[in-house]
């Protein structure tokens, strides 16, 4: 197993390579002259020069980016060319909401799809399992936006129960924190539990059909042991496998979700730095999301080894 693991380790060193290549190139593959859409319409050919010098805009291409790439490796993003800040202290200050609301979707996400998905395989053809289903393609298909903007309607105008928008820290009270993160937190479950519930369906049926659990249910195996000890455990690898990819759509939807409650996390930095065309700000974010997301499909690659002692070899 760990041979298995160093390999994985070793093979995503290439492909952070290609990441940080493709992050870098983002700037001079958009159209136009970045330095001048940055100046704005007012400026003068003095400005641009000098805006031209900041990017580095005047030197090859490949200087750029080995200049770029070491200082990425010496834990430098850059600076915002706005706001004259390193772009890690930007980071710094609006990733305490991000990972919160990721560590919160992720939690409720897990302890609602995967149970959702085994309960639609055990009782399939069932009216649990159509409305398993129909939440599934319903979930999936209704854009982020338009559920947590259902969401404010009903529970923050409609009862008035939580907050419209905004977060408050953790070190302000469990209380205001909790409630300012359970409806952003829920737009984003709502969306990735289809997915996962559906995917954790198809698996068990899969499963659910095999010799070894007649087997088990022949042996006299209670109706939890057989679905829990036998059939989970041998559907979690797709099941890790879409919730790796699910962190893609994780990460799109937090920037979403974000400005939909106006949470100063992550996401809202990058529509602001879009929207400004501050391009040391968006390579370095891109580049960070690029390396979480590889990250995690490294960790469910791993997780595998756990799941099937085949992949070990």
Same mark, same amino acid.
């Given at each position: 197993?760990?041979?298995?693991?160093?390999?994985?380790?070793?093979?995503?060193?290439?492909?952070?390579?290609?990441?940080?290549?493709?992050?870098?190139?983002?700037?001079?593959?958009?159209?136009?002259?970045?330095?001048?859409?940055?100046?704005?319409?007012?400026?003068?050919?003095?400005?641009?020069?000098?805006?031209?010098?900041?990017?580095?805009?005047?030197?090859?291409?490949?200087?750029?980016?080995?200049? *770029?790439?070491?200082?990425?490796?010496?834990?430098?993003?850059?600076?915002?060319?706005?706001?004259?800040?390193?772009?890690?202290?930007?980071?710094?200050?609006?990733?305490?909401?991000?990972?919160?609301?990721?560590?919160?979707?992720?939690?409720?996400?897990?302890?609602?799809?995967?149970?959702?998905?085994?309960?639609?395989? *055990?009782?399939?053809?069932?009216?649990?399992?159509?409305?398993?289903?129909?939440?599934?393609? #319903?979930?999936?298909?209704?854009?982020?936006?338009?559920? +947590?903007?259902?969401?404010?309607?009903?529970?923050?105008? +409609?009862?008035? *129960?939580?907050?419209?928008?905004?977060?408050?820290?953790?070190?302000?009270?469990?209380?205001?924190?909790?409630?300012?993160?359970?409806?952003?937190?829920?737009?984003?479950?709502?969306?990735?539990?289809?997915?996962?519930?559906?995917?954790?369906?198809?698996?068990?049926?899969?499963?659910?059909?095999?010799?070894?659990?007649?087997?088990?249910?022949?042996?006299?195996?209670?109706?939890?042991?057989?679905?829990?000890?036998?059939?989970?455990?041998?559907?979690?690898?797709?099941?890790?496998?879409?919730?790796?990819?699910?962190?893609?759509?994780?990460?799109?939807?937090?920037?979403?979700?974000?400005?939909?409650?106006?949470?100063?996390?992550?996401?809202?930095?990058?529509?602001?730095?879009?929207?400004?065309?501050?391009?040391?700000?968006?390579? #370095?974010?891109?580049?960070?999301?690029?390396?979480?997301?590889?990250?995690?499909?490294?960790?469910?690659?791993?997780?595998?080894?756990?799941?099937?002692?085949?992949?070990?070899?």
């Amino acid at each position: 197993m760990l041979a298995y693991i160093i390999r994985r380790l070793v093979a995503t060193i290439p492909v952070m390579g290609l990441v940080a290549l493709f992050v870098f190139s983002l700037l001079y593959l958009s159209p136009g002259d970045p330095a001048s859409i940055i100046a704005g319409d007012l400026a003068t050919e003095a400005d641009i020069l000098v805006i031209r010098q900041k990017l580095g805009l005047d030197q090859p291409f490949l200087v750029r980016f080995g200049g *770029w790439l070491w200082a990425v490796l010496h834990g430098d993003l850059g600076t915002s060319i706005f706001s004259n800040h390193p772009v890690l202290e930007l980071v710094k200050q609006r990733i305490e909401p991000t990972i919160a609301l990721t560590i919160s979707t992720m939690l409720m996400t897990v302890v609602i799809a995967i149970p959702m998905g085994v309960v639609a395989a *055990w009782k399939a053809g069932s009216w649990i399992d159509g409305c398993v289903m129909a939440f599934g393609v #319903g979930g999936f298909s209704v854009p982020i936006f338009v559920i +947590g903007y259902g969401l404010i309607l009903v529970f923050s105008i +409609g009862f008035g *129960w939580l907050p419209v928008q905004g977060y408050r820290s953790f070190h302000d009270g469990i209380g205001p924190f909790l409630r300012h993160l359970v409806l952003p937190s829920l737009a984003l479950t709502i969306t990735f539990v289809a997915l996962v519930a559906r995917i954790t369906r198809a698996a068990m049926l899969d499963v659910l059909g095999q010799d070894y659990i007649r087997t088990a249910k022949a042996k006299g195996l209670n109706q939890r042991d057989v679905l829990v000890g036998h059939a989970l455990k041998n559907a979690a690898v797709p099941i890790a496998t879409i919730i790796g990819i699910g962190v893609a759509l994780l990460i799109g939807g937090v920037v979403v979700t974000e400005t939909v409650f106006a949470i100063p996390g992550m996401g809202r930095l990058v529509v602001d730095a879009i929207l400004r065309r501050d391009y040391p700000v968006i390579q #370095g974010l891109i580049l960070l999301f690029s390396a979480a997301y590889v990250l995690v499909n490294l960790a469910v690659d791993i997780s595998y080894t756990f799941f099937d002692p085949r992949v070990r070899y």
